[in-house]
């Protein structure tokens, strides 16, 4: 989960190594560091803390550094401190090694390389890794590029690595294995990252390295691929980046999650450009339309993704069980192949994720996989591992996400698993043609909503300065909006560490009700669409145990609003497409109370945006 970046050229490398860093710091931010190679010197500077802070030790910024690696730190092995910092050296500190990635087999390694008389000055896995590349280097009289294939084939775990060695002054070797890694093509001129952001204002041509594959660049010559089983030399593919630098900036906004929640209802319409046909009642999906057929004779749907993620996936559940009729089952990424799950061949597996990248989604695919299933894969980042690791796919075209807590990530992939669902339930005949155009119409209305739902804006901050100092805070909805409450519950939790938890309304009684006094805030979605009934009834259970309740409804509601002390409303739409229009209170809900309680919004305490490692 940790960013790396790499420059070799002409250019003075340190700038763009620091803004490299800077716009990974979402991929962890415990410690950051940055090498830097001149006059037969490699000039190494370390940092607890963010990459800001590697910036005051600006006497490393010579003009006639052109070659260098920086790394920004997400802990795996070792506490955040100055000598667990990247990037690392060999004991002999001719080797520099940047590392994203977990080598699960460091300690046996390490035990070996003691023996042999090597020193470690850190607890990191890592300087394992660049000290056995030195030994397999010197033990064999190996080039860097051969070295580093060699010592790989020892290494158990994931990794995406630079390496640079002080005596091949105009190279750098890098390697691909879970985690991933962007080489961009300049002008004689290599970057290396753990994705495009740190380089699309260089360039627009990048290399995605495959798994088992690693890179010589020289400046000045084409980039060597070799596959690290064989050592064969293999082509590549050069693909056109479609990111754009002002995609990338706060754009005025205070932070990245409020400019990315404002930006919803223009990613909403991104998703579904050129796929919602509305004139022709008409759903176009280019990876799906191939497929239909698997899809149709799937003897059920199984869902896997983490986080966020997997609360747009149980909201798909719904979907596609109401409106296609097919039995669907959402598993958790992380523990969908310690269990031993039952997969068979007429199964289908859709596989969800932000970056492209979650470390226990590719794994639950390659397990998907070898039993036989079909695997569609939803993610936001082109040319991601999930990309291309599933047999077809669709893209959210949420653009860049750059804060740490998901916001448009989930209204573009319920937006895309809608779509999905709509599209089988026609192709199956499980809908009418007036009933398909009707949700044609109303999620094409779904941008425009969300933007009048955003305009409570104000109000919520307001709600948000009396209830910032709640310690535990419970959140509740039933059908459609019951993945939306854990979902709010997880945003309130990751950004303003406040307890919360997200129960099906009316599980309350069963537990949860206990904890209910005049201190406790509730939030409840009670739209008009969905059990209003039963909501209603647990708003008044509540009442009369005095919690406070915060109450998301239907534009108009009356009923509720005499309950409730805080009412907060979103427009009416259909009961499928609510979770679009009730997650926006919520997120927004999250943001002020963090803000108000001076956290660090866009990179809350341990975590990490791009979960690479399991």
Not at 94 to 116: P, S
Request: hydrophobic residues 40%; neutral net charge; glycine residues 8%.
């Amino acid at each position: 989960m940790c960013g790396i970046v790499g420059y070799i050229g002409s250019r003075p490398a340190s700038p763009i190594i620091i803004q490299g860093l800077k716009r990974l710091e979402y991929r962890g931010y415990d410690s950051a560091g940055i090498a830097l190679y001149a006059k037969g010197t490699v000039n190494l500077y370390k940092t607890l803390g963010k990459v800001a802070e590697l910036e005051t030790l600006n006497d490393f910024a010579a003009a006639s550094q052109c070659i260098g690696m920086g790394h920004t730190r997400w802990a795996t092995h070792g506490i955040p401190s100055n000598a667990n910092a990247h990037p690392h050296t060999s004991s002999s500190g001719e080797l520099v090694l940047v590392h994203n990635g977990i080598i699960e087999n460091y300690d046996a390694l390490k035990r070996v390389l003691v023996k042999k008389g090597y020193t470690f000055q850190s607890d990191t896995d890592t300087e394992v890794l660049v000290n056995l590349i030195e030994d397999v280097q010197k033990t064999h009289n190996y080039k860097l590029g051969k070295a580093v294939q060699m010592a790989l084939t020892q290494v158990t775990g994931a990794y995406a690595i630079v390496v640079f060695d002080t005596k091949k002054p105009n190279e750098l070797v890098v390697a691909k294995l879970g985690s991933p890694l962007a080489i961009g093509i300049g002008d004689r001129e290599f970057f290396i990252a753990s994705d495009a952001s740190p380089f699309i204002q260089f360039t627009n041509k990048a290399i995605y390295l495959e798994d088992h594959q690693m890179a010589i660049l020289k400046q000045g010559k084409k980039p060597k691929i070799k596959n690290i089983k064989d050592g064969l030399v293999i082509d590549y593919y050069l693909q056109e980046l479609e990111l754009n630098l002002e995609q990338m900036e706060k754009g005025g906004y205070d932070h990245f999650m409020i400019k990315e929640i404002f930006e919803q209802p223009h990613a909403i319409k991104n998703t579904y450009r050129g796929r919602l046909l509305v004139d022709q009642s008409f759903i176009k999906m280019a990876g799906l339309e191939d497929h239909l057929e698997k899809l149709n004779n799937a003897n059920r749907i199984i869902i896997v993704a983490c986080g966020t993620s997997w609360h747009a996936a149980l909201v798909a559940e719904y979907t596609f069980e109401d409106l296609a009729r097919i039995p669907v089952e959402v598993e958790y990424a992380s523990e969908f192949r310690y269990r031993n799950p039952i997969i068979a061949e007429k199964d289908v597996v859709i596989a969800i994720s932000q970056s492209g990248e979650t470390a226990d989604t590719l794994a639950a695919i390659k397990l998907a996989k070898s039993r036989g299933a079909f695997v569609f894969g939803v993610c936001n980042v082109v040319g991601s591992s999930i990309a291309r690791e599933t047999h077809a796919g669709a893209y959210t075209h949420a653009g860049p996400e750059i804060g740490v807590a998901s916001t448009k990530a989930f209204t573009t992939q319920v937006t895309v698993l809608t779509l999905i669902a709509l599209r089988l339930a026609i192709f199956k005949g499980n809908i009418s043609n007036s009933d398909f155009k009707h949700h044609l119409h109303e999620l094409e209305m779904i941008p425009e909503k969300v933007e009048k739902a955003l305009e409570s804006d104000a109000q919520i901050k307001v709600i948000a300065d009396i209830y910032k100092n709640s310690a535990n805070c419970l959140y509740l909805g039933r059908g459609y909006n019951f993945p939306v409450a854990l979902e709010g519950a997880l945003k309130l939790k990751e950004i303003s560490y406040i307890h919360a938890e997200g129960y099906p309304a009316a599980e309350m009684k069963h537990g949860p009700i206990a904890l209910i006094d005049e201190h406790m805030p509730v939030i409840v979605i009670a739209t008009k669409k969905g059990h209003y009934d039963k909501v209603v009834s647990n708003i008044q259970e509540i009442k009369a145990r005095k919690g406070k309740i915060i109450a998301i409804v239907t534009e108009g509601d009356v009923d509720i609003r005499e309950l409730s002390d805080h009412v907060i409303e979103v427009p009416e739409t259909l009961e499928a497409l609510t979770p679009l229009l009730t997650t926006i209170p919520l997120q927004l809900l999250s943001y002020h109370i963090a803000v108000l309680l001076g956290k660090n919004v866009d990179q809350p305490r341990n975590l990490a945006k791009s979960v690479t490692v399991e």
